[in-house]
Structures are given as C-alpha cells and as structure tokens.
C-alpha cells in the first residue's frame, strides 16, 4: 500500500485458465514492477517498465505477460503457460528508472491453483 | 551473473538478545538497500548505504556498508517481538533500473 493498491488479494486459478492480477500506483511514479515470492523465498523479478508503452523481461518471464498503457497502471497476466503460477505475487513501483531509488510494495496476491 | 547472497536464511533469537545478518555481493555495489517483510506482509523500505563504511542507526538497527562496498550487515540489538519478519538486502541488478534481492534472513523471536 502507501499509494499501491493490488486486487484481489487472493486468486484461484483453473487448469488452462489465464488470469490478471491488477496493480495500480497513485505515486506518479515511472518505474512498476513485478516480482513473484515463493514461500521461505526472495523476490525474483518477473517484469519491469521503466515508462508508459515499454516493459522489459526480468529473471522469470516465461508464462506471464504484462501491459504498461498507463502510468499508473502495470497489470500482469499468468498465463496457462505457466504451469508452477502458486505464489504470492507482489508489485512494486519507483520514481525513476534508476537502482538508486527506493521500491515501494503494494500488498500483494495470493495466487493459487485450483 | 551477479548475485547477492544473504546469511543466516534463518534466525531464531531470544527476545533481548543481539543478532546479525549478512548480505554479500560477488561484485561491489554502487549501494545497498535493506527491506523488512512482516509475516503476511509485503516487503518496506527500511534503509540505503550508498558510501564506503557508512554505517546508520535506526533505533535498535544498525546498518552498516562494507569497505570495499562488496558486503552489507544489519545488526539489531535487544531484540523485541516487534522484530519478527524476514530481512532482504538489494542491490543494483546487471540491467539499469533493475534491483537485486538476497533470498531474505527470516527472524523468529522467541519472548
């Protein structure tokens, strides 16, 4: 939270089914990402963009899409590719397009497989 | 590729007691970040060392960056309840804009 809001908190997922995990920032920040956290785990970075109509593959890309048609909105799709998606997935955004900058978290969501 | 790697990946202390975790980099780091994720909770910017050997006080934490800028550490002293969660140290990843975190030291306090 403190200005990123995601929904839904939880998410169940069917077989073959693609899902969209929201994320919105009201911070007027450049950079949004996402990450995905399995328990007992760190973060890794599934996709990133450091300004509106462009977005860069992270570590983990394979079977999750993204679209960044505003600024403050970073949506991310998992898609039936992904065949291992239950995880917590968490957003995050910063002002600039720089490592210097701190990241801010939305609460993330819980994603899991039916 | 570069990584950052964290030590303890678990921590279990005794409520007033003193402890210490590590974040270190194959490669030396322009800076370091520190976040705390509560239990069920998302990830909060806790701190940033940018210069050689700067050390910071929150409170009871110390944060303290390395000389040659390869290493990190997060001291908590007298530790409370309130300490519970799991610390991620983050650095600059290899692509501009990117940041790099260790797998976390999670920290179970026992009152």
């Known amino acids: 939270d403190g200005g990123i809001t995601q929904s839904p908190k939880y998410l169940f997922r069917k077989e073959g089914q693609n899902v969209t995990l929201s994320c919105e920032q009201n911070?007027?920040?450049?950079?949004m990402y996402w990450y995905r956290q399995d328990p007992g785990q760190g973060l890794r970075l599934i996709y990133y963009?450091?300004?509106?109509?462009?977005?860069q593959k992270g570590d983990i890309a394979e079977g999750y899409s993204v679209s960044r048609e505003k600024k403050e909105s970073f949506p991310l799709t998992v898609t039936s590719a992904q065949k291992n998606p239950t995880a917590f997935y968490l957003c995050?955004?910063?002002?600039?397009?720089?490592?210097?900058?701190?990241?801010?978290f939305g609460p993330g969501t819980r994603l899991l497989v039916l | 590729g570069q990584q950052v790697m964290q030590i303890p990946q678990y921590q279990h202390v005794q409520e007033g007691e003193d402890f210490t975790t590590y974040c270190n980099s194959s490669?030396?780091?322009?800076?370091i970040q520190w976040y705390k994720q509560r239990p069920g909770g998302h990830p909060v910017f806790l701190i940033q060392?940018?210069?050689?050997?700067e050390v910071k006080k929150q409170k009871r934490l110390t944060f303290q960056f390395g000389e040659a800028k390869k290493n990190s550490s997060l001291h908590i002293t007298a530790t409370q309840t309130t300490d519970v969660g799991t610390y991620f140290c983050?650095?600059?990843?290899?692509?501009?804009?990117?940041?790099?975190f260790g797998a976390g030291t999670q920290v179970v306090v026992t009152p």
């Open positions: 911070l007027n920040h450049d950079a």
């Open positions: 490669t030396t780091l322009s800076n």
């Open positions: 995050a955004s910063s002002i600039r397009r720089t490592a210097q900058e701190t990241q801010y």
């Open positions: 963009s450091q300004i509106v109509n462009d977005f």
């Open positions: 983050a650095g600059p990843g290899l692509s501009w804009g990117k940041l790099q």
């Open positions: 060392l940018v210069k050689s050997g």
